[in-house]
């Protein structure tokens, strides 16, 4: 599975910023694709993931209300859109594939991952 993260950039504070993560290879095998992100110094942080068949789907609860996680099927694309950014929301985001069972928050479960993409909100 290959995955190729999107959308990054920089952006004001309250500002607004979509990414999609494109999954190509054999990417049926994953049992759903997610979004961690990881500030300087930091540890990678769950932020959202949503199931292949896009019938389930978890965020973040400190996301939750301002992120939500998309599918589009028919590019095999998920879409991480996020509103009303903050300082704190400035990470490297990547995109990864899971294929393992679990909770969708746990990095373990994931194999596969993306190369990231940097979001800076300026305040």
């Known amino acids: 599975v290959q995955l190729q993260a999107s959308g990054g950039g920089l952006v004001n504070f309250g500002g607004s910023l979509t990414l999609s993560c494109a999954a190509s290879g054999r990417a049926v095998d994953a049992r759903g694709l997610g979004w961690f992100r990881q500030a300087i110094g930091k540890e990678r942080e769950f932020v959202a993931a949503?199931?292949?068949?896009?019938?389930?789907?978890s965020v973040a609860n400190s996301v939750k209300d301002r992120f939500a996680i998309s599918r589009d099927s028919a590019r095999n694309t998920i879409i991480l859109q996020m509103n009303n950014l903050k300082s704190e929301d400035t990470a490297v985001y990547l995109c990864?594939?899971?294929?393992?069972?679990?909770?969708?928050?746990?990095?373990?479960?994931?194999?596969?991952w993306g190369q990231g993409t940097l979001v800076t909100v300026s305040s």
């Open positions: 949503i199931s292949w068949d896009a019938k389930s789907m």
């Open positions: 990864a594939a899971a294929t393992g069972r679990g909770a969708y928050s746990d990095k373990d479960r994931y194999t596969y």
